[in-house]
Antibody, heavy 121, light 109 residues
């Protein structure tokens, strides 16, 4: 059974860099699929951040592209998110996800439990 | 960028059918997926590729995408179906990106 678990600081200061890691169990990310991140500000909707393949190929949300970097560590079966120059608007629950491949489109078939990151001084 | 619009809320009595719509430009040309999110929990995929259900999702959940609006139907609604529901597509027209709908709160009366 595929399981994802986010980890990282729950509090980040404004203008600094948010860093999160997702540990995957039950499936080797080297086998395939894109792995990525979705966030949800408190009381609001879902926002896709981006995704990465084990080769390092990435897709980023254009609205965040200038501040986002994703990386993958296949030896640890982990992937990571870095979001630079954060502001209070980046306060959200951050979920790591696996992107499933449908016949006609892509969806998110596995999710971590989510981790709340608050941006505050 | 591509926009998906959902009604903010839907109310339904137990045993009845909840209908949740998702509108977007030429949405019939895209594959629509649906998620259920209960308070304090991560979203769960309930329908993918317009109308398929993942393993473990009850048949009461069904989806369609025949025209200008995609729809998620929840038949024989139960109290446990009360949650937020989000539609989602993958927009490959320009930038390749995931797009979520605005979300619908389903309240069971």
């Amino acid at each position: 059974q595929v399981q994802l678990q986010e980890s990282g600081p729950g509090l980040v200061k404004p203008s600094e860099t948010l860093s999160l890691t997702c540990s995957v169990s039950g499936y080797s990310i080297s086998y395939g699929y894109y792995w990525g991140w979705v966030r949800q500000p408190p009381g609001k909707g879902l926002e896709w951040i981006g995704a990465i393949y084990h080769s390092g190929s990435t897709y980023y949300n254009p609205s965040l592209k200038s501040r986002v970097t994703m990386s993958v560590d296949t030896s640890k079966n982990q992937f990571s998110l870095r979001l630079s120059s954060v502001t209070a608007a980046d306060t959200a629950i951050y979920y790591c996800t696996r992107r499933g491949d449908g016949l006609f489109g892509y969806y998110f078939d596995h999710w971590g439990q989510g981790t709340l990151v608050t941006v505050s001084s | 960028s591509y926009v998906l619009t959902q009604p903010p809320s839907v109310s339904v009595a137990p045993g009845q059918t909840a209908r949740i719509t998702c509108g977007g430009n030429n949405i019939a040309s895209k594959s629509v997926h649906w998620y259920q999110q209960k308070p304090g929990q991560a979203p769960v995929l309930v329908v993918y590729d317009d109308s398929d259900r993942p393993s473990g999702i009850p048949e009461r959940f069904s989806g369609s995408n025949p025209g200008n609006t995609a729809t998620l139907l929840i038949s024989r609604v139960e109290a446990g179906d009360e949650a937020d529901y989000y539609c989602q597509v993958w927009d490959s027209s320009s930038d390749h990106l995931g797009v979520f709908g605005t979300g619908t709160k389903v309240t069971v009366l």
